[in-house]
């Protein structure tokens, strides 16, 4: 089960694995800002397809819901790291799309990217309006970066944020983006 948590703002982005005891999940989180939330519960019950859920919750007082992002937003960096991501010129609602994720850690590019819950990375997309969910994982490859690739789908028009979660030297990294469908 992985437990994604955004604020409403998209400046909070806590991606969780709840621990099981019995038939209960259970997690302990500390927020550290104020402000509108919505959770994402995404698992696959024994034997059935893929399932979401979604829940929206205010953690204070505190409503920042301001949102102050470019209608795209290709290019991270963060702490050496710096990740560009690349999509085709004129992505489309419901049509598959590819898109690329180059990384690199102080102007090196990495090929020594960990697995991560599985997988070489994630990407979590999350509709501006903080209603649609996808959960992406990359196509198979034979190398550890610099690049990976991801084939998705928008399922309407609208702006959306990505959110891409790789390890590398052990650790997690979280880098965000924004794209026009």
Known sequence: MHLIFV?????????K??????????????FERETQYTLFAD??????????GRFDFQVGQGNDNHKEYPS?????????????LN?????EAGKTVTLSAFLSYKSEEISNLQQHLGSLAHI??????VKD??????????????????????????????FLEFKH??????AHFVIAV
Do not use: C
Request: no cysteine; aromatic share 10%; charged share 25%.
């Open 7 to 15: 604020s409403h703002d998209f400046k909070t982005f806590i991606h």
């Open 133 to 162: 969910f996808l959960h992406v994982h990359p196509m198979e490859s034979k190398t550890m970066g610099p690049k990976i690739e991801f084939h998705t789908h928008f399922p309407k028009s609208g702006r959306y944020h990505l």
């Open 87 to 91: 999509i085709p010129e004129d992505v």
């Open 43 to 52: 698992y696959t019950p024994e034997q059935q397809s893929q399932e979401i």
């Open 17 to 30: 694995h709840p621990i099981q005891i019995g038939s209960d999940y259970h997690l302990d989180l500390a």
């Open 124 to 129: 979590v997309i999350i509709s501006d309006d």
């Open 72 to 84: 795209e937003m290709l290019n991270w960096e963060e702490e050496g790291y710096s990740v560009i």
């Open 169 to 174: 030297s052990d650790t997690i990294t979280v």
